[in-house]
Each structure stands twice: as structure tokens, then as C-alpha cells.
């Protein structure tokens, strides 16, 4: 038993230090959509502008979280107990994929306010799917260049050479390809849910009835 448990503390310390980095990475564009987005104030500063290329450059870091999957399947193979996969490397995973792609969902739905608000609702799906897109190119160069979002400072000059390299080759092109699609897809679905949630809770808040 105490061999299990020592088992177990080393590997949760193990995961949850990348794990939590992840997870920080992928709340600051949560953190920026709500000042770029939900403020009572219209106006676009330079602040606002230099907070919206901070924003785009980290946001894919919330779906690059659903890559990190991998990470559950190397545990799972590397001879750990079935009572440490089952009870700490599976819930810590799941965990952090949903919470990144919550943070990512957050973050558009509240793009998308902001832009009913400006008059330019007409343009919010197109923006979903742009900022799929992009993200979708930020995952690819995270996982497989391994490139930073701070990179867009320190190194932009190879950052742009290889993205239009990928961009013009078959291979990470289907990859990014199929990424725009499962992020998309993945997108629509806890958009649903997000609102669906966001509307019960606005019923029960008007009825009074909060443990119903």
C-alpha cells in the first residue's frame, strides 16, 4: 500500500507540473477576452490593440491542451498500476482538456458578444471560423515546430517562414486541415451547452428556484 502511494505521489507531481503550466497558459486569453470584450467601454485604445495581438497569440494554447492526450497514452504504456492510470492520470487529463477547451470556448463566445455589440453580428461566424483557423495553425506550431507564443517577439522571422512552409506542404496542411475541423466541430458543441447552461441558470435566478 505504501509503495502504491508513493507510486501515485510521483506521478501526480510528475503530470501536474505541466499540466498547471498548460492551464495557465491557456487562461490568459480567457483572461484578456473579458477585458477586450465584455468592458462597458467601446473604445480601442492601444492598450486594447496591443492586448488583442497578446490575445491571438496565446489563445491557441486553450485547444493545444487537446494534444496533450498523448501524454495519457505514453502513461498508460509506461507500466504504471491500472490504479494509477484509472485514478490519477485519466481525471487529470480529462481535466485539463476540458478545462483548456472551456477556456477556448469562453474566449470566442465572448469575441463573439463583442462584436453584436459593435453592430457586426452579421460577422460573428465567419470570426468563429477565422479564429478556428488560426488557432488551428497555432496548434500545429506548438506541437510540431515547437514553437512559443512569445516567439511572435523574440523570433517572428522563422515563426512566419514556417508557418508559410507548413502552409504550402501536404502533410501539415492535412493536419492543420483536420484540426480546424475537430475544433469547429468541438467548438459548436460546448457553445450548445454553454448556453444552454447560461440560460437554466438565468431560469432558475428569475424563479428563485436554485436547488431545483
Known sequence: MRDILQNSLEAFNWHSGWIIWNLFLAFIP?????????RRSLRRSILWWIAFLVFFAFLPNA????????????????????FIIVLIFMPLHLFAITAGFQAYVVSIMNQSVYLKRIGAEK??????????ALSAIGVYLGRFRRFNSWDFVTDPGNI??????DLTSKRPLLVMSISFVILTVLYWIMKQINLGL?????????NGHWFE
Open 160 to 165: 512566419l517562414i514556417s508557418t508559410v512552409d
Open 30 to 38: 480567457l483572461t484578456l477576452s473579458f477585458f477586450l470584450y465584455r
Open 123 to 132: 460577422y460573428v461566424v465567419w470570426s468563429e471560423l477565422v479564429t478556428h
Open 198 to 206: 447560461w440560460l437554466r441558470f438565468k431560469e432558475l435566478k428569475a
Open 63 to 82: 485547444p493545444y491542451l487537446l494534444t496533450d492526450i498523448i501524454h495519457l497514452i505514453r502513461a498508460t504504456r509506461s507500466g504504471y498500476s491500472a
